[in-house]
């Protein structure tokens, strides 16, 4: 059986206002529900055949998700605000994998990795995406010494 798309529509791109604001999609139809971790959604699919895997629709704070649609992306898709997008997402249940390189490292700190095991899904996830984001190795290196910080103590 094939698996229902949470949406497949089409819609129009749009900016936060202000210096260094947010361009993103906004997505009434799915529900902002409260077992999600700060009310964010982790999905998987597509915009405008663009895979996305792994990806957060967030709160705009008025109880309704959207989702940020990031300038690699926009240049990938030739889209800016103001464009529409044909985005087609499903809900990303698929279990948390840790990274070979942060699994490592919390192996070097064993209270750190048992106290990371026992952190609910949704944490490992943001200590992992944190980590992930960084655009520096350097940057990433001080998130993982920070994390098993955190988890140390």
């Known amino acids: ?25 906004l997505i009434p139809e799915i529900p902002m529900e409260k077992r999600f971790p700060f009310g964010w959604m982790r999905v998987r699919g597509k915009i405008d055949g663009f895979e996305l895997n792994n990806y957060k629709l967030m709160p705009d704070g008025s109880g309704h998700l959207f989702l940020p649609v990031k300038a690699a992306i926009r240049k990938q898709i030739k889209k800016e605000a103001g464009d529409w997008v044909k985005i087609v997402l499903f809900e990303d249940k698929r279990p948390q994998t840790i990274p070979s390189e942060i699994l490592d490292c919390l192996k070097e700190v064993p209270l750190a990795l048992q106290r990371f095991n026992e952190l609910p899904d949704w944490e490992k996830k943001s200590y992992i995406d944190n980590i992930l984001d960084a655009k520096k190795p350097e940057t990433k290196a001080n998130r993982i010494v920070k994390m098993i910080g955190d988890l140390s103590y």
Do not use: C, D, H
């Not at 059986?1 to 936060?16: A, V």
């Open 1 to 25: 059986m094939q698996e229902k798309p949470l949406i497949n529509k089409r819609y129009q791109l749009q900016r936060f206002p202000g210096k260094g604001g947010w361009t993103y999609a």
